[in-house]
Structure formats: structure tokens, C-alpha cells
């Protein structure tokens, strides 16, 4: 049986207002954020099981959508798991939008300074996604991440290359949905 994964991002950050690129540093929701993580609680109520990265801004996210510990509100129970971490900037964690959206395709293979290459990004997405196939077939998990594991999810379930999502601007929407065999 396969599972239905729903893919959906972190929350809006102070930083997301403001321009910059986390990374892996925490981050934390702003208002708007604390809405609309409220609004993917509802939304997402019926899933079985609910992974998340363990950096701040999603942890806060699930926090406010499910409720706190490790089983939330409705008794979700929520795992927090670093392969879904955002790409690590390394030096260029916390640094402005724009200037880590204009080498992004530089670090598709090439790691960041101090830090990580997309396709490492791919490769552990790729080794939750077995181990997924291991525990919850057919079952619904909704997985609470950031852009460079959306983009992972593209390029292994859909074949989508990785050049190509790195420079397609973020548009957000409420969900993505994908089968897993």
C-alpha cells in the first residue's frame, strides 16, 4: 500500500517578513505565522502521524497547528527528525534572501561554506522516505519542513531537477501532496 505524504512548509518567520535566509539557525513565527499555523492545524487534522524538522520556526509551527509534546492536540503524535532540516548555509546562514537565492545553483553538489550541497539535502530526504516505506504504509503523514526539502520531494517523487527548482521563485499555497510506493 503506498502512503499519502502532504508536504506542508514552516510557518511565515520574522525573517520570512524581513528578507532573510535562516537556514539552520532557529527562527521564530511572527503573527501572521501564529495564524497561519493555526489554520494548517485544522486543515491537516486527519493525517495519522506528523514528522517535522527539528529547527525552531517548524517545532513552533507544529506547536500552535497540533499543540505541544510529543502527542498534540487529537492525539497527534509528532516526531521531530533533522534529515528534514533546511539546506545549512553554513556562513551564509541568516544572511539576506537575495544573496543566497543568487548561488543557489553554485550548491546543487558544491556545499555551502561550512555547511551543505542540496543534493546532501536529496540524500537524507531520500533516507527518511525509506524509512517512512518501512513504518506507515497506507497511512496519511503530513510532513512540516522547509523549501530544500520540498524541492528534494520534487526531485525524487516527481523527477523534477534539482537546477530547476533552485531558481523557481516560492510560492506558497497550502500543501503538496505526494504518493509513496
Not at 497561519?36 to 486543515?43: C, D, P, W
Amino acid at each position: 500500500m503506498a502512503i499519502k505524504v502532504v508536504y506542508e512548509t514552516h510557518s511565515i518567520t520574522v525573517d520570512n517578513e524581513v528578507g532573510v535566509a535562516t537556514g539552520w539557525l532557529p527562527g521564530e513565527l511572527s503573527e501572521r505565522g501564529r495564524e497561519r499555523a493555526a489554520e494548517l492545524g485544522v486543515r491537516r487534522r486527519g493525517v495519522d502521524v506528523v514528522y517535522c524538522s527539528d529547527l525552531r520556526r517548524v517545532v513552533e509551527t507544529v506547536e500552535v497547528a497540533f499543540g505541544g509534546g510529543k502527542s498534540g492536540k487529537g492525539g497527534k503524535e509528532v516526531r521531530l527528525d533533522a534529515r528534514l532540516r533546511e539546506c545549512d548555509y553554513g556562513s551564509y546562514n541568516g544572511r539576506p534572501v537575495s544573496e543566497v537565492a543568487a548561488l543557489r545553483r553554485r550548491h546543487i553538489d558544491t556545499p555551502w561554506p561550512g555547511g551543505q550541497s542540496y543534493r546532501q539535502v536529496v540524500a537524507a530526504t531520500a533516507a527518511f522516505l525509506d524509512d517512512l516505506r518501512e513504518e506507515w504504509q497506507g497511512a496519511t503523514v503530513l510532513v512540516v519542513s522547509h523549501s530544500a526539502n520540498r524541492w528534494a520531494l520534487q526531485h525524487l517523487l516527481d523527477g523534477t531537477p534539482l537546477e530547476d527548482l533552485v531558481d523557481a521563485p516560492f510560492e506558497w499555497r497550502p500543501g503538496w501532496e505526494y504518493e509513496v510506493a
